[in-house]
């Protein structure tokens, strides 16, 4: 089973960036569909965003469309969230998760079979 470590998150003004990066274990990380899922305090965790297994396909959540950008080098068994345009809603602990396949990813909150990171704090101040 992959095992996933997430970096990058920091303390941030707003309209800037970050990079969070995404390592994980094993030799089969092409083959998962890999997100970004955030939590804020007091909220539910939700879906950021996330990649096919070969990359050729990407989701956003409506909320950070036009600012984040998902990527992957499976080369490195990384997966990457551009954070471009940061806003203070933006603040929240930020998790990589590890999928079969990229629709469950997108559409079922807690799926039994996803691995997740153990999450990285990104703050934006106003």
């Known amino acids: 089973q992959v095992q996933l470590v997430e970096s990058g998150g920091g303390l941030v003004q707003a309209g800037g960036s970050l990079r969070l990066s995404c390592a994980a274990s094993?030799?089969?990380?092409?083959?998962?569909?890999m997100g970004w899922f955030r939590q804020a305090p007091g909220k539910e965790r939700e879906f950021v965003s996330a990649?096919?297994?070969?990359?050729?396909?990407?989701r956003l959540a409506g909320s950070v469309k036009g600012r984040f950008t998902i990527s992957r080098d499976n080369a490195k068994n990384t997966v990457y969230l551009q954070m471009n345009s940061l806003k203070p809603e933006d603040t929240a602990v930020y998790y990589c998760?590890?999928?079969?396949?990229?629709?469950?990813?997108?559409?079922?909150?807690?799926?039994?079979?996803?691995?997740w990171g153990q999450g990285t704090q990104v703050t934006v101040s106003s």
């Open positions: 998760a590890a999928e079969q396949r990229l629709i469950t990813m997108v559409t079922v909150k807690e799926s039994p079979s996803r691995v």
């Open positions: 990649i096919s297994g070969s990359g050729g396909s990407t």
């Open positions: 094993g030799r089969t990380f092409s083959s998962y569909a």
